[in-house]
């Protein structure tokens, strides 16, 4: 499965880090474009304080992580012109999910991305939700990422708990309600 992110799921970093552990471990595949990883390392600038320096090395953990993730802008820069979501700042990642041919375009703000943008062959889906299908199928996987993740977490340090704690409030709920009534072993 490709899937395409918005720039609105890429932080918080717990969001972030969910999303690149599962692409490490083959959950599903990424795709970005050049545009997309620019936003993000404007917004983490200056709407999150990030120096610009720290940023670079966000945008390009992503590319590393994904390196043949990257969606050529021939394959969508002409559909962007076609797209009528609400936010005509979004129609670029319409167009790339579309042209790229996401399977799924993951959002926080899925009502700015219709159907008929994306396509008929792709999904646009909370974080909650491709995560909640994904607890279903890969509940033991998912719950080694929250394991790692919480390992890795040094300011502050995070438990298995903690981590599921918030991405609960991010609306992974399905997720972590699945991942709590299943083996704890696997991420706590």
Not at 98 to 103: C, E, H, P
Not at 142 to 167: N, Q, S, W
Request: glycine share 10%; net charge negative.
């Amino acid at each position: 499965m490709l899937v395409f992110v918005d720039t609105n799921v890429w932080y918080p970093v717990v969001l972030a880090d969910l999303v690149l552990r599962s692409v490490e471990i083959g959950l599903f595949d990424l795709a970005w474009t050049d545009e997309s990883l620019a936003e993000v390392e404007r917004v983490l600038v200056e709407r999150k304080g990030l120096s610009a320096a720290n940023a670079a090395v966000f945008g390009a953990q992503v590319r590393a992580t994904a390196p043949a993730g990257r969606i050529d802008p021939a394959a969508y820069q002409d559909l962007v012109a076609e797209m009528t979501g609400p936010d005509p700042g979004d129609h670029v990642h319409a167009a790339a999910a579309r042209g790229g041919r996401a399977d799924v375009l993951l959002t926080s703000n899925v009502a700015d991305f219709p159907a008929a943008d994306v396509g008929p062959t792709c999904r646009v889906l909370h974080p909650g939700d491709l995560f909640g299908e994904l607890a279903g199928t890969y509940p033991i996987e998912l719950g080694r990422v929250i394991a790692e993740m919480a390992a890795h977490r040094k300011r502050p340090p995070m438990t298995p708990d903690d981590i599921l704690d918030r991405l609960d409030t991010l609306g992974l709920h399905a997720m972590v309600d699945a991942l709590r009534q299943g083996s704890g072993d696997d991420h706590g």
